[in-house]
């Protein structure tokens, strides 16, 4: 079982920066590919990025390109999404999500992929 906690959303300008991030625990972090997610309301749940096991290789959405910027530390088990240049439209409920089972090498795009979520995180940007 793996447990994932994301923290860091908040209200913010629009043009501001954020910092989220997600605890994990229950097993080894290294073992994980991860990624974020996030949900407007009325809205489907939209990949944002992707991170492979170790860190090297990263993955975004068109709309996450140039401003976020997807990280992990796993001597402190936790995975970090960088934002950048927030816009109105970055308004959303952001999740992280666990994949075990992996190619050091692999990372994954798709919500179905993904074995553990978290409960999410509000960003709320302003105009």
């Known amino acids: 079982q793996v447990h994932v906690v994301e923290s860091g959303g908040s209200l913010v300008q629009a043009g501001g920066s954020l910092r989220l991030s997600c605890a994990a625990s229950g097993r080894t972090f290294s073992d994980y590919a991860m990624g974020w997610f996030r949900q407007a309301p009325g809205k489907g749940r939209e990949f944002v990025a992707a991170i492979n096991r170790v860190g090297g290789i990263t993955y975004y959405a068109d709309s996450a390109k140039g401003r976020f910027t997807i990280s992990r530390d796993n001597a402190k088990n936790t995975l970090f999404l960088q934002m950048n240049s927030l816009k109105p439209e970055d308004t959303a409920v952001y999740y992280c999500?666990?994949?075990?089972?992996?190619?050091?090498?692999?990372?994954?795009?798709?919500?179905?992929?993904?074995?553990?979520w978290g409960q999410g995180t509000q960003v709320t940007v302003s105009s």
């Open positions: 999500a666990a994949k075990t089972r992996v190619p050091e090498g692999s990372i994954w795009h798709q919500s179905s992929s993904y074995d553990y």
